[in-house]
Structures are given as C-alpha cells and as structure tokens.
C-alpha cells in the first residue's frame, strides 16, 4: 500500500527562520507530487505540485519544494516565514502506475511565532 | 464563483441511521473525490469517481458509499453510520480525468453518537 509520512508533526518558528517540512513517500514508480495548505478556518488549497522537470518547484507566498528521487523525498522549503504562514501542511502523493488515487502525508501543523 | 459546495457543514446523528451528505461542483470537472481527515492521520482517500457512472475505491471505502449519476453530483452515503465515522469529511474535484490538482469543499463535521 501507498504510504506517505511526514516526520514533524508540529513545527514552532519565530518570523524570518527558515523553514523545511520533510516529505517521504513509500514506493520507486512514477509519481505525481503535492503539497497542499490549510490556513485557520479555510479550505485546503495548492500550494504546488511536481510532475516532471525540473525538480526544484516553486509555489504560491515564496514556496519551493525539491524531489529527490533517490531519497523517495519532496521536501517543502521557505527561505524566511510569516506569521500569515501558520497552517497546516499536507504532503500528498499519486503513483502513477497505481491508478487514480492521491495518498496525503499526516500534516504538519506550523506555528509562526510574530 | 468556481467552487465545491457540501452540505450539510455540520451534523451530528445516532449510530445506524442513514445520511447522506451532499458535494456538488459548478467547474465541470471530471475527477472528484471524498477524504475523511482525522488528527494525526491527515487525510485519507474514501472513494473517487473518474467521471459519470466510475467510481473506485480509496484507501478507506468500509462503511461508505458514492455514487456519480451527473458530473456535478457526487454524494457520500454512510448506510449504517459507526461513532467511528466521526471525522471532518472533505469532498474535491480536479480538472481532468487523472489525479491533479484538488479543488475542495469547506468540509463537513460528522459526528455520530
């Protein structure tokens, strides 16, 4: 079975750090790769996704992540955080060979601390 | 307004008596989904619908059922509902026929006494 985890659970930062929420996913094919956000009150919303190319993918509010696929990882990154960027973040995964189904990470719930 | 409509939003009910909650899209996407999410758990897949008349099951189908007659409608069916169904459910729907991005609803709180 697909599995996909997300090591921190609960991130404290104070504005201006750097982040980086790790992303592991369980499986060698082809997959299709997304991290997803949940503001306070708000809908789940797309932060960016991977298919192919470059592996280095920028977002939406100065996000990036980078797939490396020999670690199975796709990490999220921002340079310098806002308190506006506390949230929980959602990793979530589609093996392309396993049809149609999208695998979500447990979250990691961010606190920026103004 | 582009967006995925669930309703109820909130709804709290007895052990094995039957609901229905509702999910409707005004985009004309093909692909649409239901996730529970649980703390700690994220969220996971119940069932999906390729397009009209297609359904599969997601990582955890027990309990629940779909079904997707028009392209805008995919209602989640819980025929006997379990205090184990108590979650926050979501419903998604995406541009293509294949997994992309996910557009979601604004959630619906299930519980069951």
């Known amino acids: 079975a697909q599995s996909v985890s997300q090591h921190n659970h609960h991130v404290i930062l104070s504005e201006a750090a750097s982040l980086e929420l790790g992303c592991n996913y369980s499986y060698g094919g082809t997959v299709n790769l997304f991290w997803y956000v949940q503001y306070p009150g708000q809908h789940l919303q797309l932060l960016l996704k991977y298919f192919s190319g470059d592996p ?21 990154r921002k340079p310098s955080v806002q308190w506006s960027d506390t949230a929980e973040y959602f ?8 049809g149609n189904m999208l695998t979500f990470g447990g979250g990691t719930r961010l606190m920026v601390k103004p | ?25 005004n985009m004309n996407h093909e692909y649409m989904s239901w996730y529970r999410q649980d703390p700690g758990l994220g969220l996971r ?30 209602p989640l069916i819980l025929e006997s509902p379990s205090p184990n169904q108590t979650s926050l459910y979501f419903c998604a729907s995406s541009t293509t026929s294949g997994v992309d991005t996910q557009y979601f609803g604004p959630g619906t709180r299930l519980t069951v006494l």
């Open chain 1, 56 to 76: 280095l993918v920028k977002g939406i509010k100065g996000f990036e992540a980078e797939f490396i696929k020999s670690k199975f990882s796709f990490n999220l």
């Open chain 2, 45 to 74: 897949q119940i069932y999906y619908s390729m397009n009209v008349e297609v359904t599969d099951k997601g990582d955890v189908p027990e309990g629940y059922k779909v079904s997707r007659k028009e392209k805008r409608n995919f």
């Open chain 1, 91 to 98: 990793c979530a995964v589609n093996e392309i060979r396993a």
């Open chain 2, 1 to 25: 307004e582009a967006q995925v409509t669930q309703n109820p939003r909130y709804l709290i009910t007895v052990t094995g008596k039957k609901l229905t909650v509702t999910c409707s899209q």
